[in-house]
């Protein structure tokens, strides 16, 4: 039983650019989380998807965006870079409701 | 939105030693969980615990739901004990949003 993955591990962009993050939950899960952790601090929550939908957001511009898919996986896509979106990007998959989440390994981004 | 604090936010112990850390939150919970994250990143998930006590081997865990605390237990502890340790709550008014506290640095030493 494969647990959440996500893709690239490493990811290194120029300011300005345009980036998409990948997540494949964990099986039987449908509802997936996006958090952004800086270093030296707690992940900061961007937004859970639901049955293909936004369903709660954190305090994130909409340079922020996402999308799932029928499958339950999902992406994250942040336009327009800057240097402070340099971060671990952190992909959580649950069943819907407050149940465990389970963390992927993350995706590494730089921008330079 | 959810207050969560972490105590203390670093913590250095000799391999034995016993420690506890605490996680303060600011509202009624319905999902509070305990994970260790390992230096490539990867946030391990220790326990799952909204309220009560639960055990795993050296690790323990009890939430005291009313008073709005948690605390994690490590005993005989181990230089492979090391990294950084989160909880994450979840507000009742808020359910879908996990908010992390700051963190307890554990360094181990031989």
């Known amino acids: 039983d494969a647990g959440v993955t996500q893709s690239p591990t490493h990811l290194i962009k120029t300011r300005g650019q345009q980036v998409t993050l990948r997540c494949s939950p964990k099986s039987g899960h449908d509802t997936v989380s996006w958090y952004q952790q800086a270093l030296g601090q707690g992940p900061q929550f961007i937004f859970q998807?639901?049955?293909?939908?936004?369903?709660q957001r954190g305090n994130f511009p909409d340079r922020f965006s996402g999308h799932q898919f029928p499958n339950y996986s999902s992406e994250l896509n942040v336009n327009a870079l800057l240097l402070g979106d340099s971060a671990l990007y952190l992909c959580?998959?649950?069943?819907?409701?407050?149940?465990?989440?389970?963390f992927g390994p993350g995706t590494r981004l730089t921008v330079t | 939105g959810i207050q969560v604090e972490q105590s203390p936010p670093d913590l250095i112990l000799q391999e034995g030693a016993n420690s506890t850390l605490r996680c303060n939150f600011s509202d009624s919970v319905n999902n509070l969980q305990w994970f260790h994250q390992n230096p490539w990143g990867q946030l391990i998930n220790l326990f799952y615990?909204?309220?009560g006590t639960k055990q795993n081997g050296r690790l323990s865990a009890t939430t005291v739901a009313t008073e709005r605390y948690s605390l994690l237990y490590i005993s005989s502890s181990q230089t492979t004990d090391s990294g950084v340790y989160f909880c994450?709550?979840?507000?009742?008014?808020?359910?879908?949003?996990?908010?992390f506290g700051d963190g307890t640095t554990l360094t181990v030493k031989p």
């Open positions: 998807y639901y049955e293909e939908e936004e369903r």
């Open positions: 615990i909204p309220s």
């Open positions: 959580a998959s649950s069943l819907a409701g407050p149940t465990k989440q389970y």
């Open positions: 994450a709550a979840r507000g009742v008014a808020n359910a879908g949003k996990s908010t």
